[in-house]
């Protein structure tokens, strides 16, 4: 998996945008403005952090040499997922779409409207 399957995975999401907000490395995405991954881009091997369930953090932590407590972030919510050879794209993008679950679910309720709405009638960005 590379940058830029991440980066386009990660704006397939309704409403996601990018930024760069703490530096030029760090590659943040959005939805209404609540951050559900940031992407080192300079780090090699790549490395993301992803919100979850904080039941999932411990197992997954547990569970995976390459997943880890959120680096710079609530460790009781946030993970940091290094992207290498033992991790399969549709694990990865499964973890994406919980962090994106996890931040939307938070949102105000005409946000999650909005959201529901798009994505029923298939337009959205």
Partial sequence: MDLFAIREYCLSKPFSKEDLPFDEDT???????????LLDISSNPLWINL???PEDV????ERFDFIRPG??????????????????????F???DNSYLE???????YQREIINKAIEN???K
């Fill in 27 to 37: 590659l943040v995405f959005k939805v209404f403005g609540r951050m559900f991954a």
């Fill in 51 to 53: 919100k979850a369930n």
């Fill in 58 to 61: 411990v197992e997954l932590c």
């Fill in 71 to 92: 680096y710079h972030m609530n460790k009781k919510y946030w993970i940091t997922v290094e992207i290498v050879n033992e991790i399969c794209d549709a694990f990865l």
């Fill in 94 to 96: 499964e973890l994406i």
């Fill in 103 to 109: 931040v939307t679910k938070k949102l105000p309720k």
């Fill in 122 to 124: 298939g337009n959205f």
